[in-house]
């Protein structure tokens, strides 16, 4: 086995997530007033179809769906086996003559074969009878899974309708902070967990997200192989849904895998006395799960293959251009993901950074592609206009073999050519583009800033934002190089997994073992690049890289404002949002041109898209310069709102309030007309692609939707600001230490002044410690002489050299690898045995 080094040091308990003074509680209730959903067991499962069936519309939505998912598999499989052994494709392509008594026209059933020879090629093709077998299988455990799930989904329904008093109707118009404040009002009365008198909104999410916030802080500090060095590629990502799947069947849910139960970490992965024990066993486990991929992968490969047939045939067909169109990567999803975000979340966030991320991406078209597919665009539109006009005239053309074919395969070739030139009108403005989108997704590696135009950003960009082409074909690929990724990457890291897992884990009372990340506690996890200076005690290897921590506890507390955060990071949110507020409100003095909250804010409108809400109001004429909502959710009509009241409404908006409160109270309020500018500024957030769910159910639908929409927007658009205004001031640190060690940087505009500075300076730029930089091979030199080297704080797997791995030091500078630094020395790392008289580090957070 390959030799086990580690990097990662215990972490000690942060914080207590109990209210005040009810730590090791136990709650008693009495025999007769339990109810039915006085404590349940399981938690994380019953909060997770609780969320399941909110997020599929109902039961009976959900019920059809996973219906109709069990007919797909039937029917892809008859369907496959009947094209391949039913149908005489000589008579269907005219090649064999069919005697008619009758008509003299071939019909469609004359080229199906008959039953009893049909029946004998099956019965004579081995191969087709073990894909038969092997998908009755995978049906029939699909079949009992679709079982037991409608019997825990009715009594999710059951839970829905007589504790939380929603009816399944009424269930789409709910937004989840609704469901949320009603579970967590509930626990008074029912109980659901014992170990507790009250829940919080993070014990809800943890149960939730306790899975995928161990995967996303792995994606943060590098630890999976999903980054790798290339022959002629260079540095690509490879993380597909099969790969998922089996990182989450090892370390998660699967058999041997390292969680007891849902909630609990099994007691021996919580001491490090036999770590390298245990990380033999792991490195074994992914062996022999290697070699099961390894099996299986012609009939998983068969399946993936015609599965995307039928999914995307016609698609293409209707719409051919799909294939030049690009959707978020997998690894994009999972590396944009803040700690406790939930999928709905997530994906409207980054729902409403495509259209920009899709612009910037059109700004790079290759001028030589361009030429290239007007010509072949005007040559084939040449020839597809008189195939069609003949068609126009006479019918009978279409008779003509292959003349359908070609039209078919000439419109195909002319739209995709078209998907490769360039709107004219388009301007090339890729950093006011770049901060759009980054004040949507949040993160961005150090050294895309200022670098927004080179060929190198862009590449390393399209791994985040993806063609759909490549995710199909990478999907396709999947069952190939996966089982090879577990057996000769994966199984390398297992040490560092053991100790990730053992450093990385707290018992939160109630709650049970979670990411230690998850806590979003700055005090352990906070990076002092990234406002937390003075204010986090962590190590280099106890830091969430690009600002993970800071910018999830701000997205967290802003999403869910009736959620009490500890001490420390309560002094945190209301220090960064005091600095927003005093700094927008100092721009209305004349300070804009160094203000970081209007230089953040400006670029928000610095593209064609509609203005956001809170953008207007602090940076420019505001379209809802009558609408002002406070706490209480109350529609106050206003002459006029400066930037100064719009830096209040910011700092004291309670974005996703209980809307319950709102309903309340929204009756009393006037409401405007419809010719009212927040009438027109909710059907402008409706229009440009705001998330359907965040609809309320109020004394109408449309309040409701009105309120919902207006608070979803406020809510989007402050975490915005703050994720701005958090890389503005991290670039400004950043500079300061970067002049501190008499490095300046060179303006992008210089940089064509000499080829020899260009070259040194991106040789020498800082480089992010979650995200790679991409160079040409005339700007890589000696420093990529290595076969595989460590980036951003984790490790580029090369397939083309030996196992070896150079490691580089992190910093504490937002992840920017510089000389290392004496006096920062972390504690090494006890040898087996050293722990064996000392008790278990089980840190309990209670």
């Known amino acids: 086995m390959a030799h086990f080094d580690t990097e990662y040091q215990r972490l000690e308990a942060s914080y207590s997530d109990s209210p005040p003074g009810e730590e090791n509680l136990l709650v008693h209730v009495p025999e007769g007033s339990k109810s039915q959903w006085h404590h349940i067991e399981n938690l994380d499962l019953f909060f997770q179809r609780v969320y399941n069936l909110h997020q599929k519309n109902g039961f009976t939505c959900m019920l059809l769906g996973e219906l109709f998912e069990l007919v797909q598999l039937v029917f892809v499989v008859t369907f496959t086996v009947f094209l391949a052994n039913c149908v005489d494709y000589d008579i269907l392509f005219a090649n064999k003559l069919v005697n008619h008594t009758d008509s003299s026209k071939v019909t469609l059933p004359d080229a199906f074969l008959p039953m009893d020879v049909c029946s004998a090629r099956i019965h004579d093709n081995v191969f087709v009878i073990f894909i038969l077998v092997i998908s009755g299988v995978f049906w029939l455990h699909r079949l009992v899974k679709f079982i037991y799930n409608v019997c825990c989904y009715w009594e999710i329904r059951s839970f829905y309708i007589n504790a939380l008093k929603m009816s399944m109707a009424d269930l789409p118009y709910f ?6 404040a009603r579970i967590i009002e509930i626990q008074k009365e029912h109980q659901i967990c014992i170990h507790k008198k009250e829940l919080t909104e993070l014990d809800i999410y943890h149960r939730i997200l306790r899975f995928k916030n161990y995967m996303v802080a792995m994606v943060n500090k590098s630890l999976l192989p999903i980054r790798f060095r290339l022959p002629f590629l260079g540095d690509s990502v490879f993380y597909t849904r099969g790969l998922k799947y089996n990182f989450e069947l090892i370390f998660f849910w699967g058999p041997g895998s390292l969680f007891e139960n849902e909630w609990s970490l099994k007691s021996e992965y919580k001491r490090g006395g036999n770590r390298l024990e245990l990380a033999e066993r792991l490195s074994s486990r992914i062996l022999w799960i290697g070699i099961a991929n390894l099996l299986l992968c012609p009939v998983i490969l068969i399946w993936q293959i015609l599965y995307a047939f039928f999914s995307y045939t016609e698609v293409i067909k209707r719409e051919p251009g799909i294939l030049g169109a690009r959707c978020w990567s997998l690894y994009g ?29 059109n700004c790079f078209m290759s001028p030589l592609l361009t030429v290239v597919a007007k010509n072949v665009a005007f040559f ?45 009108h388009m301007v090339f403005c890729p950093e006011q583009l770049l901060k759009v989108i980054l004040a949507h997704i949040h993160y961005m590696p150090d050294h895309w800033q200022g670098n927004a135009h080179r060929y190198e950003t862009r590449d390393e960009f399209a791994q985040l934002f993806q063609y759909k082409a490549v995710f199909i074909l990478e999907e396709l690929l999947s069952p ?39 806590q979003m506690d700055v005090r352990q996890h906070g990076h002092p690049a990234w406002m937390s200076a003075g204010k986090t005690e962590a190590s280099i290897y106890q830091q969430a890289e690009d600002g993970k921590t800071e910018l999830s506890l701000m997205h967290f507390a802003i999403t869910n404002p009736q959620w009490q955060p500890p001490r420390e990071s309560t002094h945190f949110i209301s220090q960064l949002k005091e600095k927003v507020h005093r700094e927008a409100t100092g721009g209305q003095q004349g300070t804009a041109a160094e203000n970081h909250a ?22 420019g004429p505001p379209s809802l310069a009558s609408l002002h909502l406070g706490r209480d959710g109350s529609i106050i009509n206003h002459l006029s709102i400066g930037v100064s009241e719009g830096a209040s409404a910011l700092r004291s908006l309670s974005p996703l309030s209980t809307s319950l409160h709102l309903r309340g109270s929204f009756p009393s309020a006037r409401l405007p007309r419809p010719d009212h500018p927040a009438v027109a500024a909710g059907r402008a957030m409706a ?43 991290h670039k400004q640190q950043s500079r300061g230490e970067l002049s501190r060690h008499t490095w300046h940087r060179q303006e992008s505009d210089e940089s064509s002044e000499s080829v020899h500075d260009d070259v040194e300076a991106i040789r020498n730029l800082p480089r992010s410690s979650t995200f790679p930089f991409a160079t040409t091979p005339s700007q890589e030199g000696a420093a990529l002489q290595s076969s595989s080297q460590r980036r951003y704080g984790g490790t580029t797997e090369s397939l083309c050299g030996g196992p070896r791995v150079q490691r580089t030091a992190r910093m504490p500078m937002g992840g920017w690898s510089e000389e290392p630094q004496t006096g920062r020395h972390h504690d090494p790392v006890p040898e087996e045995g050293s722990e064996d008289e000392l008790p278990p580090h089980i840190h309990k957070v209670t």
């Open 175 to 180: 937004t989840w902070q609704e469901v949320q």
């Open 333 to 361: 999803r999972c590396y944009l993901r803040h700690f406790n975000e939930l999928d709905h979340e997530l994906m409207s966030r980054l729902s409403k950074g495509y259209k920009a991320s899709s612009k910037y991406m």
């Open 380 to 424: 084939a539109g040449s020839i597809l206009a008189v195939l069609i006009a003949l068609t126009i005239y006479d019918e009978d053309v279409l008779a003509v073999e292959h003349v359908l074919s070609s039209i078919t395969l000439l419109g195909v070739c002319v739209t995709v050519c078209r998907s490769f030139i360039p709107d004219k």
């Open 480 to 518: 190939v190089i996966t089982p090879f990724i577990l057996i000769f990457c994966l199984r390398r890291k297992s040490l560092e997994i053991i100790d990730f897992f053992r450093n990385f884990t707290v018992e939160v009372v109630g709650v049970g073992d979670t990411c230690s990340f998850a």
């Open 598 to 619: 209007f230089t953040s804010t400006h670029s928000l409108q610095s593209e064609s898209e509609p203005r956001s809400l809170i953008a207007n109001l602090l940076a």
């Open 687 to 729: 229009g440009s692609g705001t998330d359907a769910r965040t609809v309320s159910s109020g004394s109408s639908a449309w309040e409701g939707q009105l309120t919902s929409l207006v608070l979803s927007e406020y809510a989007s658009t402050e975490m915005s600001i703050h994720a701005l205004y958090m890389h503005e001031m």
